[in-house]
Every structure is written in structure tokens, then in C-alpha cells.
Antibody
Framework: QAQLVQSGVEVKKPGASVKVSCRASGYTFNSYGIIWVRQAPGHGLEWMGW????????NYAQMVQDRVTMTTDISTGTAYMELRSLRTDDTAVYFC????????????WGQGTLVTVSA | QSVLTQPPSVSGAPGQRVTISCTGN?????????VHWYQHLPGTAPKLLIYGNTNRPSGVPDRFSGSKSGTSASLAITGLQAEDEADYYC????????????FGGGTKLTVL
């Protein structure tokens, strides 16, 4: 069955970068895209962006667009989300989800990756 | 401040029907973008309940239904069960600010 498996817990200092991976299996990776969503403690879900595994197109939310890069590696069926210049308010659980286009629903979700940013 | 507005909380007794609203504007729901709904339990990944305004993925009970009209959408849950107690989020797309996905602020459903 289709599934997404994310990389493990990360602890970073302010100003550092983090790169979260999301490995797909059970479906044709390059027929879909991946959306990235985060949830900070005590807050709701926040849409961060979308990357196409088909042609590499991306669409980033304005609140992170200057600090984020989302990529896909068709050879390994893996999507990546790199967030730079981390701030303490970037502390959150980060989710990846399969999505056929940037406006579509996330149909298959990864288990989430906790990223903690602390001095 | 979320782009899509949901009530912070709703509640109902077992067996009852509840609805959760999701209000947007002319740059998102009113522009024709689809609305999707998720159920989210703490510490787990969100679960897709409704996609494309009204469609249920396989495995989602028909107690869950979605609708959309104008700049708003709604999720209805009938025959409430204790296991339905969770947070619910709507999602759509917004064509302002170079375009981005948007979520509602979330609604906590309490089964009394």
C-alpha cells in the first residue's frame, strides 16, 4: 500500500538549517506532488508549500518562501524540505503528504517529524 | 489569524448530528477552489475525511459528509460516536500573495 516515511527527530539551534526527508513507496512517485504542513505546539495546521515530483514545480507559502526549499528525487522516491535560518517559532511537527496538485488534498500522510529549535 | 474561519469548538451527544463551518472569501473558496476536510488526533498524522468538497475516500464512513456554497463549506457528522472526538480542519487554496494553500484554524469536537 502507498505510504510515506519521514526522517527522525531534529534538534537545532537558532540560525541553523534542517532538512526533513519523506520517502515514498507503494505508488508511482513522479505521478504526484508532495505538500508540506507543520503544526507548532498549541497551534493549528499550517500549509508550507508543494513540490511536484513530475516536473519539479514548487509553490511556497509567503511566510517561509525566503527560507525554504522543497525538492524531489525521483531516483529514490524521496521528497525533501529544507528550512534555513531557523527561529524558535519554527519548532513544530512537520508533515509531508501526497497531493496530486498544489490545490488538492493530502491523501497519504507521513508520520510527522518533530523539529525543535532551541538555544 | 487563519484565512479560513472555523468555530473553535462544537459539541454533541452520541447519536446526534453536528456541523462544522468553514468560511472563506472570493480569493479562495469563492474563487472555485476545492475544500478538503481532515480529522486530526494529537500525535498522529491528519486523516483525510472529505476531498473535492463532497467526496469521501474509501474507508471513511458515510456519517461524514461535505458541502460547499459560495464562499463557505461545511462538514456534517451524523450519528456521533465517542471516537469522533478530535480536531477538524478545512483546507483550500488561495490565489492571493502568489497563491498558497490555506487551512482553517481548526475545530475541537467534543462528544458529550
Amino acid at each position: 500500500q502507498a505510504q510515506l516515511v519521514q526522517s527522525g527527530v531534529e534538534v537545532k539551534k537558532p540560525g541553523a538549517s534542517v532538512k526533513v526527508s519523506c520517502r515514498a513507496s507503494g505508488y508511482t512517485f513522479n505521478s504526484y506532488g508532495i505538500i508540506w504542513v507543520r503544526q507548532a505546539p498549541g497551534h493549528g495546521l499550517e500549509w508550507m508549500g508543494w513540490s511536484s515530483a513530475y516536473n519539479g514545480d514548487t509553490n511556497y507559502a509567503q511566510m517561509v518562501q525566503d527560507r525554504v526549499t522543497m525538492t524531489t528525487d525521483i531516483s529514490t522516491g524521496t521528497a525533501y524540505m529544507e528550512l534555513r535560518s531557523l527561529r524558535t517559532d519554527d519548532t513544530a511537527v512537520y508533515f509531508c503528504a501526497r497531493s496530486v496538485r498544489k490545490s488538492a488534498a493530502g491523501t497519504i500522510w507521513g508520520q510527522g517529524t518533530l523539529v525543535t529549535v532551541s538555544a | 489569524q487563519s484565512v479560513l474561519t472555523q468555530p473553535p469548538s462544537v459539541s454533541g451527544a452520541p447519536g446526534q448530528r453536528v456541523t462544522i463551518s468553514c468560511t472563506g472569501n472570493r480569493s479562495n473558496i469563492g474563487a472555485g477552489y476545492d475544500v478538503h476536510w481532515y480529522q486530526h488526533l494529537p500525535g498522529t498524522a491528519p486523516k483525510l475525511l472529505i476531498y473535492g468538497n463532497t467526496n469521501r475516500p474509501s474507508g471513511v464512513p458515510d456519517r461524514f459528509s461535505g458541502s460547499k456554497s459560495g464562499t463557505s463549506a461545511s462538514l456534517a457528522i451524523t450519528g456521533l460516536q465517542a471516537e469522533d472526538e478530535a480536531d477538524y480542519y478545512c483546507q483550500s487554496y488561495d490565489n492571493s500573495l502568489s497563491g498558497r494553500g490555506v487551512f482553517g484554524g481548526g475545530t475541537k469536537l467534543t462528544v458529550l
